[in-house]
């Protein structure tokens, strides 16, 4: 099995792409700007996980980096749209323009570049008669956000992405899941636990947060064959702090 990892350097990526070499998947990961973390990450599993460098914002630059994971390893077989930014951007905010900017960044991020990575992924998968995406949302994207509505809608539009290709993709023999993990011990959300760790904990019937391990553990289930009737399903990773 070949994986390709976007935002892989760190964080919920860095733990999906230990848990998919484990896993015996041989694989190919992204960073935008974290050349030294990546550089350590190849260096620890070895010559099986590949780091390219990519802003998947960069809608030109994507079929680049999937034909770049193809000659490496020679095919494609699972797609994990992992990058992803946080930005706060509440309603009460006094400058437009950074309302404006605030939403098209984290659109271009966490939708689009998921988006274009996976047209493009698809065609090699297709021609290869099987395949996985797997979107990496959030619990945002189900219950509103009162400070980074763009990161909710954003996430909402993956999960919707994710049906999308599930119901359109099955009869090519590829499948398609979203995994929406709440809060999670990663650097991204560091300032927030640090701040409000106790109160974001007591939320949450398990009483802590996840770690990048557990969420990575699902990502690397639904990447196997004994997932595949899961087509089109969102995995909550929250702790029960949010059920649907």
Not at 213 to 225: I, L, M, N, Q, R
């Amino acid at each position: 099995m070949v994986a390709f990892v976007s935002g892989g350097s760190r964080g919920i990526g860095a733990a999906i792409v230990r848990a998919l070499r484990r896993a015996g998947a041989q694989v190919f990961f992204t960073y935008r700007e974290r050349g030294d973390d990546a550089a350590a990450l190849c260096a620890e599993l070895g010559d099986d996980v590949a780091a390219y460098p990519l802003d998947v914002a960069d809608a030109d630059a994507i079929p680049a980096a999937i034909e770049a994971c193809v000659a490496r390893f020679g095919r494609l077989d699972v797609l994990v749209n992992n990058a992803g930014i946080y930005v706060e951007n509440a309603f009460e905010g006094d400058d437009y323009a950074a309302w404006r900017a605030g939403w098209q960044r984290t659109f271009d991020v966490n939708l689009f570049g998921a988006a274009n990575l996976t047209w493009c992924a698809l065609r090699v998968m297709r021609a290869q008669g099987s395949g996985a995406i797997v979107n990496v949302a959030s619990r945002a994207a189900h219950r509103g956000e009162l400070t980074h509505p763009n990161y909710g809608a954003s996430k909402a539009a993956l999960v919707n992405l994710t049906k999308s290709i599930a119901r359109r993709c099955a009869a090519q023999g590829i499948v398609a899941f979203a995994v929406a993990p709440g809060f999670v011990e990663t650097e991204m959300a560091a300032d927030d636990l640090a701040v409000n760790g106790a109160a974001l904990a007591a939320e949450i019937p398990l009483g802590r947060v996840a770690s990048a391990d557990e969420v990575a553990h699902v990502v690397a289930f639904v990447c196997t064959p004994l997932a595949r009737h899961l087509n089109g399903a969102t995995l909550d990773v929250n702790g029960g702090s949010y059920v649907r």
